[in-house]
C-alpha cells in the first residue's frame, strides 16, 4: 500500500519503478486478467473449441503472472550506465548470499510460463523442456541486464533458481498439460458420424 497513492496518481516514479509498485498494479489487474480469460474463453467455446478454458487462462496466466517478474529484474540499479556490468559464473556462490526473500522471488520469476505454458503448447507439455524453457528466458534476462549496464550482477545462480521456479511450478499443473492434440466439438463429431457410417457399411 506505500506505492497506492503514487500509482493512483498516475505517477511513473515511485510506482511502476518500484517492486510495490509493480505487486499493487498486479493486484489492481487480476480483475481484468479475469475478463480476458472470460472473453477469450467464451470466443473459443462459441466455435466448438475443446478445453477453452484451459487454453484461455493459460494464455492469460502466462502474460499476467510472468511478465510484470521480468519488469522487477530488470528495473535500474542506482549506478545504471556507470557501474559495468558484472558477471558471476560460478555456481551456488551468491546462493547463500540471496537469502530467502531472494530465492522465493527467483523462483517466482518464470513459475507462471513454467505452470501455464505446458497447458497451452503441447510441444512443452515435458519436464526437460520446461526447463529448457525456464533456462533460455532467465539466459535472454540475466543477458540484457548486463548488456544494458543495469547494475545488476548477472548470476548463473538465477539462472538455476529461476529454472528451478518454472520446473517445480510445471509439475504443479502436470495433470492439466496438453499431452494430446485437440480439435474442435464438431470436427470430432463429424469424425465420429463417418466411423459410425464405415461400420455400418
Known amino acids: 500500500m506505500m506505492a497506492a497513492p503514487t500509482c493512483m496518481a498516475g505517477r511513473w516514479h515511485g510506482c511502476f519503478d ?12 487480476l480483475p481484468l486478467a479475469a475478463l480476458v480469460t472470460w472473453l477469450l474463453a467464451w470466443r473459443r467455446s462459441a466455435v466448438g ?3 477453452a478454458w484451459r ?3 493459460a494464455e492469460v496466466g502466462m502474460v499476467y503472472a510472468t511478465v510484470p517478474f521480468v519488469w522487477m529484474t530488470m528495473m535500474p540499479g ?4 556507470i557501474v559495468p ?7 551456488l556462490r551468491d546462493l ?12 517466482l520469476i518464470f513459475a507462471g510460463l513454467g505452470l501455464f505454458a505446458p497447458m497451452r503448447f503441447r510441444a512443452l507439455a515435458s519436464v526437460p523442456r520446461v526447463l529448457a524453457l525456464g533456462v533460455g528466458c532467465s539466459v535472454l534476462v540475466e543477458t540484457a541486464q548486463y ?7 548477472s548470476s548463473v545462480d538465477d539462472v538455476l533458481v529461476n529454472a528451478a521456479g518454472a520446473v517445480l511450478a510445471g509439475l504443479a499443473s502436470r495433470h492439466w498439460w496438453r499431452t494430446t492434440a485437440e480439435v474442435p466439438s464438431a470436427e470430432q463429431d463429424d469424425v465420429r458420424e463417418r466411423g459410425v457410417r464405415a461400420r455400418s457399411r
Do not use: C, F, Q
Open 18 to 29: 518500484t517492486e510495490n509498485g509493480v505487486v499493487l498494479m498486479m493486484v489492481v489487474g
Open 49 to 51: 473449441v475443446t478445453s
Open 55 to 57: 487454453m484461455s487462462l
Open 78 to 81: 542506482p549506478g545504471a550506465g
Open 85 to 91: 556490468g558484472r558477471v558471476s559464473l560460478v555456481p
Open 96 to 107: 547463500a548470499t540471496m537469502g530467502p526473500l531472494g530465492i522465493g522471488g527467483n523462483l
Open 147 to 153: 548488456v544494458l549496464r543495469l547494475d545488476r550482477v
